[in-house]
């Protein structure tokens, strides 16, 4: 399995970024996907996930400003980033756990939030 994480980069505080994560392979099922971040000196943590059925779930901090949201047939997953604060500023992991309780990394992309 292979996660192709895009759309990091600098934006103003206030502004929005969308990042996508396109899962590619063969013979994997998708339990949950999500999006983790780490910000330098800080441990990763797991920023919003998404499961099969489309449950989700958000870190406190960006409840009300971020959405994740899938395409299923794209195998693709968004998250929408709004009213982005510096705070965070971190490389965004994309996160994929199959059903046979495999998990798999993509290569992170870097967010910065700064006038």
């Known amino acids: 399995v292979q996660l192709q994480a895009s759309g990091g980069g600098l934006v103003q505080p206030g502004k929005s970024l969308r990042l996508s994560c396109a899962a590619s392979?063969?013979?994997?099922?998708?339990?949950?996907m999500g999006w983790y971040r780490q910000a330098p000196g800080k441990q990763r943590e797991l920023v919003a996930s998404?499961?099969?059925?489309?449950?989700?779930t958000y870190v406190d901090s960006v409840k009300g400003r971020f959405t994740i949201s899938r395409d299923n047939g794209k195998k693709t997953i968004y998250l929408q980033m709004n009213s982005l604060k510096p705070e965070d500023t971190a490389v965004y992991y994309c996160?994929?756990?199959?059903?046979?309780?495999?998990?798999?990394w993509g290569q992170g992309t870097q967010v910065t939030v700064s006038s």
């Open positions: 996160n994929l756990l199959s059903t046979r309780n495999s998990r798999y």
């Open positions: 392979g063969s013979s994997f099922s998708i339990s949950f």
């Open positions: 998404i499961s099969s059925s489309g449950d989700t």
